[in-house]
């Protein structure tokens, strides 16, 4: 991550607008019918003496699992953590507590409101989408704005709510200065998954994998199992990294995904 840059003093308005007009100029014919695409990413793998994953966990709203977080400060695990204003808004304590961890933690960019990326007015999971390139826009710097406000410390990677994007929307990401996080497992099905389930799934987790799972839901049992996943991992071998060596790509959108009952303490998935 790199030092929070003041404002240079020019407007929103200009911003977007000096913004827009580079996309337009450098949008690939058709970019703007196609459907959407969802960023993969991984790590460079370790080989099957020192397999390597590493762990990213959305911060989306609500409250912070203190069984994830205890668990990862306990054995020194790293981590990468996606939040976004709205949760560093009801969390301070514990932003400031994982900002304390340097060594450990890296502070990115989930955006302001957990609005999908996305420049047209469309739904995924239930979420309405940011709508416009310009509510693309603010979303991202909303959010790396309450990062660098809280932290000192401006995010380098946005991940969306839903990590779906246009390839528009994602040129509007990378304009602004960010990198796109995608994943290649998902560990908690949006935080509505069963321990045991979830456990499973993140103990399966292979050389190379970046792991998403959800740190906002300490009433749901999935966080227990997101505990349990990460130590059994570590029993494993595998050694925990940043996303410092991550390796992207862009695929079309693996829609739709399994839909999962929610259960009875909230809305799921929401990614």
């Known amino acids: 991550m790199v030092a929070a840059r003041p404002d240079r003093g020019r407007g929103a308005a200009a911003r977007i607008a000096a913004l827009l007009l580079c996309l337009l100029a450098a949008a690939p014919a058709g970019a703007a ?3 959407l695409v969802e960023p993969r990413l991984t790590v460079v793998k370790g080989g099957p ?3 390597r994953v590493a762990l990213t966990f959305d911060a989306c709203d609500g409250a912070a699992d203190q069984r994830i977080i205890g668990t990862l400060v306990e054995h020194r695990i790293p981590a990468t953590f996606f939040v976004t204003a709205r949760w560093i808004a009801r969390n301070r304590a514990t932003l400031a507590a994982l900002a304390s961890h340097p060594d450990l933690f890296a502070i990115e960019n989930h955006g302001a409101r957990h609005l999908p990326a996305i420049d047209r007015e469309v739904q995924v999971y239930g979420l309405a989408a940011a709508g416009s390139p310009a509510a693309v826009l603010a979303e991202v710097e909303g959010g790396a704005r309450a990062i660098a406000a809280a932290t000192g410390r401006s995010p380098t990677w946005f991940r969306g709510a839903a990590a779906l994007y246009t390839t528009d929307s994602l040129a509007i990401v990378r304009a602004a200065g960010m990198k796109v996080a995608g994943y290649s497992l998902g560990a908690d099905g949006g935080g509505v998954l069963g321990a045991d389930e979830t456990a499973r799934r993140l103990a399966a987790a292979r050389d190379g994998d970046v792991v998403l799972a959800h740190v906002n839901h ?4 999935a966080g227990a199992g997101v ?4 130590l059994a991992l570590r029993d494993q071998g595998f050694r925990f ?3 410092e060596d991550a390796i992207g790509s862009v695929a079309p959108a693996r829609l739709p995904r399994p839909r999962v009952r929610p259960p009875p303490d909230g809305p799921g998935p929401a990614m």
Do not use: F, K
């Open 33 to 35: 019918d196609g459907g």
């Open 49 to 51: 003496a020192a397999p």
């Open 218 to 221: 300490p009433a749901r049992s």
């Open 227 to 230: 505990a349990a996943g990460i």
């Open 241 to 243: 990294v940043g996303l």
